[in-house]
């Protein structure tokens, strides 16, 4: 038995797939990445905006994002997927910030992604040094902390749990000033830096501008960021939905008062969502609108910027339904991975009756289901499928930010 292909198949079966399904089954959307190598190679000039896909539920969003993830790694750049949920709304850029950190991957590493580049930066002096001269640069426009922390990387007297402490306030986690004041006492430094916090919104933006630079300066090429199920923001209250576009606007670099170098962002999307949720509620008008007699004039514009990206995506960067000899290619491709995962000869199978709404997903568990069958049982078997239909009905529960760490400040 082969392992990786025995756990491809369980997640395909599941209709989740993981990063062995991935890598094995590929993908066929040849434009979207040559689309996506070029951003990656400019990566750090800002002159192309992120990208996004669009499909109908079970296309093959998540899967092409997971391939994305894995061409990014092989260009040497950090990567986080992070799914929008009411854990993690498109509307609170400090909560999908520490969903990317915690879920961040680095090339050929297992490590937590900033504990790892913070330990490169202590044994490699001359990257700390490049990375302590930007943060002490006040047009870098970042809070004296940061260089604090850059600054404690070197002393012998720092502890592992100070480090940690460290790691998690890079992250978005609120750590005890006392934290800081003790380490730099410790290290001779009491009245050497400023531990004023800035205000909340501030200190995101410099954590999002700092963690790039970090994985620059510890040797990879940039920041992937992958945001998926990114229609669910349909389901938000009026003036989160527009905060959550003005939000996609920065991350995808469109903002040009607001840029974060060093951050590749690519979205997927469902292909009704400009149909079902922006011309069917207005808006392109009613939003910007909203935003505008808040006095959120700058947010009303990213805003309108954020919808017309989508647009485009639905119009240009739509996932095509399989064709006949994609669907013969991906079934032969799926036959072979069937016969490592389980060390029996997987029989081959008609061709699949095609359909306008039948999707790669639903092609993909019939396949397996028909093996399992025959493996199993020795017999064929039916497949009923069922078409889910996309939800955008608003509830503002999705939209409620986690509740805050009372005992600790960040």
Known sequence: MNLAARIAIEALRAGVPNRSAIRLLGTEEGGIEQSFDELLQSVWTGSRPGLGIAGGFGTGKSHFLGYLAEVARTHNFAVSRVVISKETPLSDPARVLEAALRDATLPERNDDPIGAALAILRDSPDRLDGLEDLVRNPEFGLSPVFGSILFLLRKSSTTPETLHRFERFIAGGRV???????????????????????????????????????????????????????????????????????????????????????????????????????????????????????????????????????????????????????????????????????????????????????????????????????????????????????????????????????????
Not at 242 to 248: E, F, I, P, R, V
Request: glycine share 6%; charged share 25%.
């Open 176 to 410: 005890n000033a006392t934290v800081f004041r003790q380490a730099l006492s410790a290290a001779g430094a009491a009245r050497m830096f400023d531990l004023r916090m800035p205000p909340a919104a501030s200190l995101t933006q410099q954590r999002i501008r700092f963690a790039s630079h970090l994985f620059q300066a510890a040797g990879f090429a940039g920041w992937c960021l992958l945001l998926d199920e990114v229609e669910l923001i349909g389901r938000y209250s009026a003036l989160q939905r527009a905060m959550a576009y003005s939000w996609l606007s920065t991350w995808l670099g469109l903002d040009r008062a607001l840029r974060f170098p060093g951050i590749v962002t690519v979205y997927g999307i469902t292909d009704d969502f400009i149909s079902a949720v922006v011309e069917q509620r207005e808006d392109m008008v009613k939003l910007p609108e909203r935003l505008r007699l808040k006095g959120r004039d700058h947010e009303a514009e990213t805003a309108i910027e954020a919808i017309e990206h989508i647009e485009t995506t639905v119009r240009m960067h739509r996932l095509r339904p399989p064709g006949a000899e994609e669907l013969d290619r991906s079934r032969e491709r799926l036959r072979g991975i069937y016969e490592a995962a389980y060390d029996w000869a997987a029989p081959p199978l008609p061709p699949s009756p095609r359909t306008a709404t039948r999707t790669m997903r639903q092609y993909i568990k019939s396949w397996i289901t028909r093996w399992d069958m025959e493996r199993l049982t020795g017999t064929g078997s039916d497949i009923h499928e069922e078409q889910v239909q996309s939800n955008y009905e608003e509830s503002e529960g999705l939209a409620a930010p986690a509740a805050d760490d009372t005992d600790e400040w960040g």
